[in-house]
């Protein structure tokens, strides 16, 4: 196969997915409602709390909202990325997967598209609730937000990546609600995308920060509103790192999938 | 060889498809078709034995092997949120086309198939005759040199059969592509191929042209109502190609030969001259499923087939409606 045929390859399973992302209008509104009521009910609720003289303080500077958001925006792309890298299982059960399968392309070929296409639409839909999120938000660039989502952009690949290698080993839905509850849920809570790490007890401290997602939300953070736990450049390796490994991985277990 | 834990799906087939022929798998549920052909078009990798596409080894060279071959396969496997012409598209980038050339070919193939007029719908509207026209039209849209078809008209209705049909038929003749097909219905493998390989419980358990695998029965039997019966019976017997000559009710007689189609003219011929008038001939030849039955004791049987066939066509309207 020649590098065109690679290119040709990557090129058209990411507008395979576009096109998908395009054809859904209920999805699109689905993944942007969502962090919406997050932001609402969930913001508008603990902002009125944290009003009291020096509650900013606890956040870094800035008010809840202003804290909150960006966390809600790495989730979005965090859950939107994961779960369409799991969605290969619908292509199994519906059979395109085979097509692929069957084709003279290498996979990771294919599988290299289909995660590029999936981040970019993470991220056109991070980029949908940072624009509507935007007037909540004290003191944000134009610059910044762009670098949000070029963060946004790299956390999304290793995150669709992570999804395809847990597609690749699961027959069917079944195994589905687990990972809800045992990977999303407790990512998502560790990240501190809801509240500072830096008052957590050691051992969620601990667990925090080897969540991928900690970064992601808390370079989100700091692009959108100035604030970090940690330096943008560590939050750079550590996503970066991520997208190797789980690429890696992701590409392992997706060429070795048959229809057995 | 190809085993799944300890079931042993097809053991001992061994056959060659020669250059441009269309070539048929005949076998009922469960017999291994649709495993040999995952094993020939390199999806399932055999237990043991070796097999050759276009000259490569399924296995070593699996990667030449794909680029040589088109599949059709049992299930569905259309991307259904997509238009017929963007199905299209996807596949021959991913086969290494693009530009004008993958737009004439797409046309091509859509003409081949009379989809023009759908290219730009969503696959989840079209129906079954719609979506197999797209998955052949797919298939041969890289001009493979071989092509797989995993029971092509399965859940077809008999007007949309007949179309496939057509459509292949026409590509071996104007294409020169070889075909390998599979089907559990007598009458596609009859009409269509060249070769049969009748496949039972994982076995070949024979192979040759529909008429080879008919003449295996032996005799044909010519029927003829004749002016009279004894007499005519009497000038057939001394005719070398006959075996046998019965006299039935009602003016006609049973005549048992090897060949009916060689044998009715001297048969004619003989009775004219002993000066008996032919009223009526007419001849049955054994069917496949006679030679099914011939082989395995047991017949194609059409109430299982059609069965499992109400709950495939039951399970891809099932999906269908999720999508
Ligand atoms: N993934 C699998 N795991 C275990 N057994 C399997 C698997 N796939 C097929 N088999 C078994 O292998 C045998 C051959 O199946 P195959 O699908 O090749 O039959 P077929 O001739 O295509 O039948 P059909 O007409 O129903 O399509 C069957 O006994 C089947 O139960
Ligand atoms: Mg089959």
Partial sequence: ?260 | MKRYGDIVAVNGVSFRVKYGEIFGFLGPNGAGKTTTIHILSTLLKPTAGRALVAGYDVVREAASVRRSIGIVFQDPSLDEGLTAYENLYIHGRVYGLRGSALRERIEEMLGFVELEEYRDRLVRTFSGGMRRRLELARALLHEPRVLFLDEPTLGLDPHARTRLWEYITRLRAEKGVTIFLTTHYMEEAEQLCDRIAIIDKGRIVATGSPDELKSMLGDEVVYMRVSDPGKACKALERLESVKECKVLQGGRVSIHVPSAAQTIPELLEAAKNSGVRVVEVSYRRPTLNDVFIHLTGRGIEEESVDETERIRIYARSYFRRKG
Avoid: C
């Fill in chain 1, 1 to 260: 196969m020649t590098p065109m045929g690679w290119l040709d390859a990557v090129y058209v399973m990411a507008y395979r997915q576009l096109k998908h992302f395009v054809r859904s209008p209920s999805r699109i509104i689905a993944s942007i409602v969502n962090p919406l009521i997050w932001i609402l009910f969930f913001g508008m609720g603990w902002a009125s709390t944290f009003r009291f003289p020096g509650a900013k303080a606890l956040f870094g500077g800035v008010d809840y909202l202003s804290f909150l958001i960006p966390g809600i925006i790495a989730m979005s792309v965090f859950t939107g990325s994961f779960l369409s890298g799991i969605s290969i299982l619908f292509d199994k059960q519906f059979g395109f997967l085979k097509e692929i399968l069957v084709a003279p392309v290498p996979r990771v070929a294919a599988m290299t598209g289909r995660i590029l296409g999936d981040s970019l639409t993470a991220t056109i839909e991070a980029g949908i609730i940072a624009v509507i999120g935007l007037p909540l938000i004290t003191r944000v660039s134009f610059l910044g937000i762009l670098y949000a989502l070029l963060y946004s952009y790299l956390a999304a690949i290793g995150f669709s990546a992570l999804g395809i290698a847990i597609a690749s080993r699961m027959r069917s839905y079944e195994g589905f609600q687990l990972i809800m509850s045992f990977l999303i849920m407790p990512l998502i809570f560790l990240s501190g995308a809801f509240y500072p790490i830096r008052y957590m007890p050691w051992w969620l401290k601990l667990l925090a920060y080897m969540d991928p997602l900690t970064y992601s939300v808390d370079a989100t953070r700091y692009w959108l509103v100035g604030v970090a736990q940690i330096n943008p450049w560590i939050d750079l390796g550590a996503l970066l790192l991520l997208d190797a490994g789980l690429v890696i991985v992701a590409g392992y277990l997706f060429g070795k999938m048959s229809l057995e």
